[in-house]
C-alpha cells in the first residue's frame, strides 16, 4: 500500500524531501501557509523529475500524489512520516509539534529538518516526545543521500531503527548520531569552514570566488569520494595516518586557524561578500545555479555508482533492493524485457538529446542483462568462461531526452553452441527509439578462444532461443548501413 508523508513547510528543504518521498512512490501532503508555496514546490520537483531518476540504473516506483492542503491538522492524519521543515527558530518548531501531534497518528516518525537544534530541546514541551527526533538532510536533499538522524535518550531505539528502515527505503544514507550535539556532526565542518572563509574575505586575503576555486580544484574533489580520514590516511604515504599525524599534528599548534575567533557579520562585510558572490556568479538565476549544482551532481554520482564507492555503493545499493530478484521471466513467448530506466543527465550532448555512444552503453547493460538471465552471471565468469561481442549493428529510429524513461525489449535470434545473436529494441512507451543488433561469442577467459558454454549457460540460453524463434523476425535484422 502507497504510504503516505506529510511535509510542514515547503521552502527549500521541505520542497526537497517532498521530490524525494514523491519519487520514491510515496503519497506527499503538503502544508505551508506561503501563497507561493504550490508554485516553488513545482519548481523543485521539476528539478528533481529531471535529475534524480536518472540516478538509477533502474526504474523508480511510480511516482505518488501530491496535495497541497489548507491545514496542518489535514495534512498530517494518517501520515507514516512527518517532516517538519518550517524556519530555523525553537519557538515555533514546538508550536507546529504541539499541533502536528493533537492530530497525527501516535506511531507517525516526526522528524525536523533543524541544522542545530538537538532532538531534547525540540521535544521540550511536546505531548509525546519520543515520538519527535531530528533527520537533518542536505540540500538538495532529492539529490544529497545524507541524512543525520538524531534520537535523544527519551527516543525508544525501535523508533529509530523504524525511521532508518524508511530513510533507507527513500535512497538515504541515514548517519545515526549517537549522541545529541549542537549542529549534529556535518553541519560543525560546514562551520568551522564558513567562519575560515568569512575571515580570509573580511582580511582581504582572497575572493568569494578563490575561496571557491580552492575548494572545487582540490580537496573538495577529495572530500565527494574519500571524505576527511581516508584521505590523509593517503597522505601519511605508506605508513598512513601515524606518519600523517606526525607530520601535520605540530600545527595545531600554529597559527593555522581563527576557528575560535568569529568575525562580526557588519554591514561592510556584508556587502563585500555579497558584492563578491554578485561579480561572481550574479550573471544566471538561482534556477540556472540548481541546474548547474544538479547535473554536476548526478555526474559525480554517476561516476561513484561506476566505482561502487561511497555514495556510489549506496545508490547501487538502493537499485539492487528495486530491482529485486533478477530471474528469467517463465512466459518466454515475447521479448525479454532487458532494460527499464530513465535517460540520465549525462547521458545527453550538445545536439540537447542521448547521445550515440550511449545508445550503445543501453544496450551492452541490456546484453549483460540478458548474459545474466541465461546464467552468464559474476559466479559463471569468475569459473572462467564469459561472453564477448564480436559485432554490432545499431539503428536510430528517434530521438530521446534526459529524464524519459526507456525500456528495451530482447530478442534472442540464435543461442546455439558458442553463438548468441541478438536483437534489442528500444522504446519510450510506445515510441520505437533504436535497434542494436549484436552478435556474441563464448569464450575462455583463459585461452581468450571461443568455446562451447557448459550446461549452466547451453541450457537457458537453448530455452529463450527455441522460445523466440517462433517470434517474428524484427524488422530491421541483418540490415546493413544504407541510405533510404
Ligand atoms: N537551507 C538549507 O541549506 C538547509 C536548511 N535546513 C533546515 O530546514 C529548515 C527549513 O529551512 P529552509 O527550507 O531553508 O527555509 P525556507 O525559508 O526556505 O522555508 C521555510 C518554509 O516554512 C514555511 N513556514 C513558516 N511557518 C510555517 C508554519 N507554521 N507551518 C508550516 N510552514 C511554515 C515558510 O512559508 C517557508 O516556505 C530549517 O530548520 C533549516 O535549519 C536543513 C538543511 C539545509
Ligand atoms: C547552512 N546550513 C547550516 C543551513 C547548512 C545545512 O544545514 C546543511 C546543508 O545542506 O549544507
Known sequence: MTQTAAIIGGGVIG????????LMGWDVRVFDPDPDATRKIHEVLDNARRSLPGISDVALPDEGRLSFHDTMTEAVEGAVWIQESV??????????????????DPSAVIASSTSGFKPSQLQGCATRPAQILVAHPFNPVYLLPLVELVPSDQTPPAHVERSKDILTGIGMYPLHVRAEIDAHIADRFLEAVWREALWLIKDGIATTEEIDNAIRYGFGLRWAQMGLFETYRIAGGEAGMRHFIEQFGPCLEWPWTKLMDVPTLTDDLIDKIAGQSDAQSGQYTIRQLE???DNNLVTILRGLKGQDYGAGALLNAHDARLQGDIRLPDDLSKPIVTIDRVVPLDWTDYNGHMNEA???QAFGDATDRLMWLVGCDADYIASGSSFFTAETHIRHLDEVHAGTRIRVETQVLQGT???LHVFHRMFADTRELATGEHFLLHVNLETRKACDPDDRVAVPMARVAAAHADLPRPEGAGAAVGIR
Open 15 to 22: 520542497g526537497g524531501w517532498a521530490a524525494r518521498f514523491l
Open 87 to 104: 524556519p530555523e527558530r525553537l519557538e515555533l518548531k514546538r508550536r507546529v509539534y504541539q499541533t502536528i501531534q493533537e492530530h497525527c
Open 291 to 293: 541546474r548547474a549544482r
Open 358 to 360: 550511449k545508445y550503445l
Open 417 to 419: 553452441g558458442k553463438k
